[in-house]
């Protein structure tokens, strides 16, 4: 196996890499690194000679403002120490108001808009952080992130542990009421949180239902807060697994229908994006 270069999204909890020949992936793997490890966790990928590297996430600085094109910086070098790597990583953006900030989601982005062409709207981002980005004209006008999947994974994997959420699915009856429950009333989430663990406690509650009341109280709450940037706009949803499917089914409910799109295939098309970019 041989590449003209690797691709890599590197995010906080997930570090991926693709090993290309061009635009074409070669091989592909998915598991946790460092940035101390970089060169170990590639090296049956590296030749002898030099490496480019291209990654985005976390790795780099945060750079332009918006409203910009979402590669509007190039690329960044970054002296790792390991001789076999040229490290070039793409910068993140900022927003002055609200302050904000995203790394690895400017690619995204840059794919989606790769893979549709004069495409205008707001794209939601889905993950450990959610991000609405409104997108115009080929550039990122503005964007909100929410914590919200990063809370969900606190409250599951932490104090909620005992009552194994984690690995159920949801139940979408469920999801919908505590949906339209926490849009309604958004200054009761946290309340309604506390009400299923209590209700798993005192009442039983399967886990499937629980599940849901915890998701539909935290989207919900997004939601409405949100709601300037999805009202009245084409909608695209960026994600992948029961998540991402539950902010299109969320949408939905509130007469915005949003298309779908898989988040692996943007965040690559949006590193060959760049890598066009470089090499011209």
Excluded at 67 to 94: F, N, T, Y
Excluded at 114 to 130: H, Q, R, S, Y
Excluded at 187 to 216: F, N, Q, S, T, Y
Excluded at 227 to 253: C, H, N
Aim: hydrophobic letters at 45%.
């Amino acid at each position: 196996m041989s590449q003209d270069w690797i691709a890599v999204d590197w995010g906080r909890s997930r570090q991926r890499a693709w090993a290309m020949r061009g635009t074409d992936v070669r091989d592909h793997r998915q598991q946790h690194a460092t940035t101390e490890n970089l060169a170990g966790w590639l090296s049956d990928w590296l030749t002898s000679d030099q490496n480019l590297v291209l990654a985005c996430g976390v790795l780099g600085p945060v750079g332009n403002a918006v409203p910009c094109k979402p590669l509007s910086e190039g690329l960044w070098s970054i002296d790792i120490g390991a001789p076999r790597i040229e490290l070039r990583v793409i910068p993140g953006l900022r927003q002055s108001a609200p302050l904000d900030l995203m790394q690895g989601d400017e690619t995204r982005v840059e794919g989606f808009l790769a893979l549709n062409k004069n495409w205008d709207g707001v794209i939601c981002l889905v993950g450990e952080e959610t991000r609405w980005v409104h997108v115009s004209a080929g550039e990122i006008v503005s964007f909100q992130s929410f914590l919200t999947g990063a809370m969900f994974d606190a409250l599951v994997n932490g104090r909620l542990s005992v009552h194994r959420l984690a690995d159920v699915q949801t139940d979408r009856t469920a999801f919908a009421a505590a949906l339209s429950d926490a849009m309604a009333k958004p200054e009761r989430v946290m309340a309604r949180l506390h009400e299923a663990h209590a209700a798993r406690i005192l009442d039983g509650l399967e886990p499937a239902e629980a599940r849901a009341r915890l998701l539909g109280a935290l989207i919900g709450a997004e939601l409405a807060a949100a709601r300037p940037f999805w009202l009245g706009q084409q909608l695209a949803v960026v994600g992948d697994g029961e998540l991402a499917t539950l902010y299109v089914d969320a949408l939905s409910e509130q007469g915005a229908p949003a298309a779908l799109a898989d988040e692996s295939r943007v965040t690559l098309e949006g590193l060959k994006s760049a890598w066009r970019q470089l090499t011209g």
